[in-house]
């Protein structure tokens, strides 16, 4: 069995669904379960939808559910043309979906108030469109598919809007769901992103979820692959709209990918990772575009080379510096410190500490407020704002010969603050947000475009 996810690019339009039926159409021996996003463009959608119901903004909210209604009935038209009573069927079942999410709306529209788990219902609508219209896709072709709603076996906590998995009922969950709901059928097709509490109310696993509901599904039925089908050749050196020379990176392990993800690279929600790693289960990236590529293995880790990867970022980033002589020769000091972070719900990304002074390195847009007052209390506190984060990530990075000289060599700019992790697999540095573009490519250049460069 494999897991086969396609994201909202891969599904983005009528072309794309029909290339996708295609591709899965190649794998039908390796009992594929196909997970797919929303189309391009409308989980954003829907997210507007929802804020225009919170601020009575009918006119407006009705505009973009037409939009909405619009896009989803002509590619199933346009799709399914040669078939009508398939497409005739499926237009009604996408009219269905939309015009309950409109009464839904227009009711939250009224009230003005919007919980978090009525957003949840409303953002959705997007998998449950895409994957109602692949599924008639499917089916026209000749592929038996089995449509199973997702939230029957994708259960979370009750953080509606960022649901965390829990793990054991998804494992127990899963594997009956689809023996029961797939038997016969050639193709099971689920959604990714959303799921369900244990009392059945709406969740969603956060954006770019999806690839995250697919290798769960892949953890709980032992799947022996993962395919990750996107945009783009794999996973690369560099983000291509930062580095034209980025290339495409043959195979890197579990661990790197999961670092990469962490720190910027956009190609797989940070915590995909995870479940494969668990099963020993390889994750390929591949272009929907090029099907016949070989795009990214990421597999465990004694199967990777050593060395540099890719050159990751964060644009948008703050360093809190945090000074205080009571460090100096005094323990509890780091606990206390991490502990208003933790009970202020702050992520820290990097740390770095000397005598009487630690750095942190936050996510902007976080509401770090109280943590500055609390932290005030007991130490002088400093801010830079308008930072960047570039990290180089590899297996046994700091080993390798060289390293050094080619993330600093190449270094105009001032640096805030260096830090190293344990795992030796990331080294990132955090520079003004103006030099970031140009400290990438410099880095990159000396890693990647250097003759024997890795
Ligand atoms: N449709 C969701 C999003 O746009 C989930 C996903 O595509 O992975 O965030
Ligand atoms: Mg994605």
Known sequence: MIVMKFGGTSVGGCEEMARVVSIVQQKLDQRPVVVTSAMSGMTDLLYRIADKAEQHDETAMEELLDKLRNHHVEVAERLLERNVDVMLQTTSRVNEICDELEAYTKAICV???????????????????????LASAMQVAGIKTAWVDA???MITNHYHLKGEPVIPEIERRVPQVIAEEGNGADVVLTQGFISADMDGEP???GRGGSDY???????????????IWTDVDGVLTADPNKVKTAKRLERISFEEAAEMAHFGAKVLHPLTIEPAIKKNIPIYVLNSRKPGSVGTSILDHSDIPDGAKSISYKENILVINIFSTKMINASGFLGKVFDIFSVNKVSVDLISTSEANISVTVDDGQDIGKVLEELSEFATIEVDKGKAQISVV?????NQPGVLDKIFAPLEERIYMVSQG???INLSIVVDKQAMDGTIKAIHNAFFEQEGAL
């Open 111 to 133: 009230l003005g108030e919007l919980s978090d788990r009525s957003k949840a219902l409303i953002i959705s609508n997007g998998e449950l469109l895409s994957s109602t219209i």
């Open 151 to 153: 939230r029957k076996m």
């Open 203 to 205: 969740t969603v696993l």
């Open 213 to 227: 509901s697919a290798s769960l599904i892949a953890m709980a039925l032992n799947a022996s692959a993962i395919e």
């Open 394 to 398: 590899g297996q046994n990075l700091i």
């Open 422 to 424: 344990a795992s030796l």
